[in-house]
């Protein structure tokens, strides 16, 4: 059996002026064919196909892992991205829905992959290779100097984050409040509110762009989400990075590092850039999909070890910026599997973000929005953003919530009796109370002073209590 010939792609040679003799011609020549980007460009054929991948023979020796391929058929071109790399073959998983692959199709290497966003995106909604699908004009490429300095900075070249800003829902800047910089997550199971509340933290006026990354989405939710939620406002500011759930496994773990890519341009220039990815667990699903494809062994519950290793090394590219620059505050969804807070994703990506809001599907149940649970919920860096006197008042908000919630058992079996125990008799009239402040939906107003608005609500709780008693 002969083996497929290499592909050659081959442009028209430019014709000679007539009168030149021979070195000049062959020096023009030479020129011509020194240029990789004119006359010829090797590539290679494609050997066998599967579903999700395929493998093409010519292309080894000069393939590097993560180089974009081009693929030919009578069904036009198609592109993909190689994964793995062998003597003989490469591995392709193809951006496409499927192969659409035929064995003898040509591919040719296009190289590495490269985002170069300009200022004028803000307002545009692009796909994971940076293409724009919200129908309007084609968009600006920028400076490709600046992709250069992208990346994770140096430990000791960012700046020191210590900034606290509001993010205008009350729960979250009470219990676990944010810094510019900070990486936090919001973990919960399916259904609970992950969504409405990244939607929630969207809205926050204190950033100069937003970047918001759907990865795994449900397509019908998108302009939901972009027009309704987030609004024409804050759209204005906003670049959408969007890979749905039924496109391939490569878009989807393609689109959080270019959302990322266009964090850093924005970050690059100054900006205080809100990074909002929902969500990292399909970020995982992908890359298991595509690392399982290439034969990589699971290690833990399916997960093959590279997924480990890629979630820190697009993580860590948010944060604070180099002196001069702005940061990059990232929130991000985890979609906790079996609403099991121990699965190897959320436990993997808990001790990498600096922060974790808990959804709670109780609360939810009970209509308590948002369902967050203020005692599983931390920000390690709340002690940046609280006064002294708010880090003592939330101590004991918290305790009050934590003798409520353990003491809830003997109050529902009536072995609770009012002046028993004076103090535990305030924990049972306050909390409901603290709960009730808590609440709020997407519709109400951002909230400017938690504490204080919070502080309000029990003021006008106990006023009817001090009249009756009187």
């Given at each position: 059996m002969s083996l497929p010939l290499p592909a050659v792609e081959q442009e028209p040679a430019r014709p000679v002026p007539a009168g030149d003799n021979a070195l000049v011609v062959l020096d023009r020549l030479y020129r011509q064919f020194s240029d990789e980007r004119t006359l010829i460009r090797r590539g290679g054929r494609i050997t066998e196909v599967s579903p999700t991948h395929y493998k093409v023979r010519g292309l080894s020796d000069s393939a590097r892992l993560g180089d974009i391929v081009e693929h030919r058929s009578n069904g036009g071109a198609r592109t993909g991205e190689i994964v793995q790399i062998g003597p003989d073959e490469v591995l392709v998983a193809p951006?496409?829905?499927?192969?659409?692959?035929?064995?003898?199709?040509?591919?040719?290497?296009?190289?590495?992959?490269?985002?170069?966003?300009?200022?004028?995106?803000?307002?545009?909604v692009i796909d994971a290779l940076g293409r724009p699908i919200d129908g309007k004009a084609p968009l600006a490429i920028g400076d490709a100097s600046t992709t250069a300095h992208a990346g994770v900075p140096g430990a000791l070249e960012r700046q020191r984050v210590g900034t606290a800003f509001l993010t205008g829902v009350r729960v979250i800047d009470i219990f676990t409040p944010l810094c510019f910089g900070q990486r936090l997550g919001v973990f919960a199971g399916s259904g609970v509110g992950k969504s409405t509340l990244l939607a929630m933290l969207a809205g926050a006026?204190?950033?100069?762009?937003v970047v918001v990354a759907l990865v795994g989405e449900r397509g019908r939710e998108v302009r939901e989400f972009l027009e309704d939620t987030i609004g024409a406002k804050s759209m204005a500011k906003t670049v959408a990075v969007v890979a749905t759930s039924d496109?391939?496994?490569?878009?989807?773990?393609?689109?959080?590092?270019?959302?990322?890519?266009?964090?850093?341009?924005?970050?690059?220039r100054g900006d205080r850039v809100l990074l909002v990815l929902d969500s990292i667990t399909r970020f995982a699903h992908a890359l298991r999909e595509v690392a399982t494809g290439t034969g990589e062994p699971p290690v833990a519950r399916g997960y093959p070890a590279s997924v480990f290793t890629d979630l820190p090394k697009l993580l860590e590219r948010a944060g604070p910026g180099i002196d001069g620059a702005g940061?990059?505050?990232?929130?991000?969804?985890?979609?906790?599997?079996?609403?099991?807070?121990?699965?190897?994703?959320?436990?993997?990506?808990?001790?990498?973000?600096?922060?974790?809001?808990?959804?709670?599907?109780?609360?939810?149940e009970q209509g308590r929005y948002p369902p967050v649970n203020p005692l599983s919920s931390i920000s390690r860096l709340a002690g940046k953003a609280w006064s002294e006197d708010q880090r003592g008042l939330v101590s004991r908000l918290r305790a009050m919530i934590a003798r409520y919630e353990d003491t809830r058992d003997i109050r529902l079996l009536g072995a609770y009796q009012s002046g028993a125990d004076?103090?535990?008799?305030?924990?049972?009239?306050?909390?409901?109370?603290?709960?009730?402040?808590?609440?709020?939906?997407?519709?109400?107003?951002?909230?400017?002073?938690?504490?204080?608005d919070l502080a309000r609500h029990l003021r006008g709780k106990e006023k009817p209590n001090v009249g009756q008693a009187s």
């Amino acid at each position: 059996m002969s083996l497929p010939l290499p592909a050659v792609e081959q442009e028209p040679a430019r014709p000679v002026p007539a009168g030149d003799n021979a070195l000049v011609v062959l020096d023009r020549l030479y020129r011509q064919f020194s240029d990789e980007r004119t006359l010829i460009r090797r590539g290679g054929r494609i050997t066998e196909v599967s579903p999700t991948h395929y493998k093409v023979r010519g292309l080894s020796d000069s393939a590097r892992l993560g180089d974009i391929v081009e693929h030919r058929s009578n069904g036009g071109a198609r592109t993909g991205e190689i994964v793995q790399i062998g003597p003989d073959e490469v591995l392709v998983a193809p951006y496409g829905k499927a192969a659409d692959a035929g064995v003898g199709d040509t591919v040719f290497n296009r190289g590495a992959f490269e985002v170069i966003p300009d200022h004028s995106w803000r307002g545009r909604v692009i796909d994971a290779l940076g293409r724009p699908i919200d129908g309007k004009a084609p968009l600006a490429i920028g400076d490709a100097s600046t992709t250069a300095h992208a990346g994770v900075p140096g430990a000791l070249e960012r700046q020191r984050v210590g900034t606290a800003f509001l993010t205008g829902v009350r729960v979250i800047d009470i219990f676990t409040p944010l810094c510019f910089g900070q990486r936090l997550g919001v973990f919960a199971g399916s259904g609970v509110g992950k969504s409405t509340l990244l939607a929630m933290l969207a809205g926050a006026d204190a950033f100069d762009t937003v970047v918001v990354a759907l990865v795994g989405e449900r397509g019908r939710e998108v302009r939901e989400f972009l027009e309704d939620t987030i609004g024409a406002k804050s759209m204005a500011k906003t670049v959408a990075v969007v890979a749905t759930s039924d496109e391939s496994a490569m878009m989807r773990k393609r689109a959080p590092g270019t959302a990322m890519r266009v964090a850093e341009h924005f970050c690059q220039r100054g900006d205080r850039v809100l990074l909002v990815l929902d969500s990292i667990t399909r970020f995982a699903h992908a890359l298991r999909e595509v690392a399982t494809g290439t034969g990589e062994p699971p290690v833990a519950r399916g997960y093959p070890a590279s997924v480990f290793t890629d979630l820190p090394k697009l993580l860590e590219r948010a944060g604070p910026g180099i002196d001069g620059a702005g940061s990059i505050t990232a929130i991000l969804s985890v979609l906790v599997d079996g609403d099991d807070h121990n699965d190897p994703v959320a436990d993997s990506v808990r001790g990498i973000l600096d922060g974790h809001v808990v959804l709670d599907r109780a609360l939810a149940e009970q209509g308590r929005y948002p369902p967050v649970n203020p005692l599983s919920s931390i920000s390690r860096l709340a002690g940046k953003a609280w006064s002294e006197d708010q880090r003592g008042l939330v101590s004991r908000l918290r305790a009050m919530i934590a003798r409520y919630e353990d003491t809830r058992d003997i109050r529902l079996l009536g072995a609770y009796q009012s002046g028993a125990d004076p103090e535990l008799d305030m924990v049972v009239r306050q909390v409901p109370l603290i709960y009730e402040g808590l609440m709020q939906s997407p519709k109400d107003p951002p909230s400017a002073d938690p504490f204080s608005d919070l502080a309000r609500h029990l003021r006008g709780k106990e006023k009817p209590n001090v009249g009756q008693a009187s």
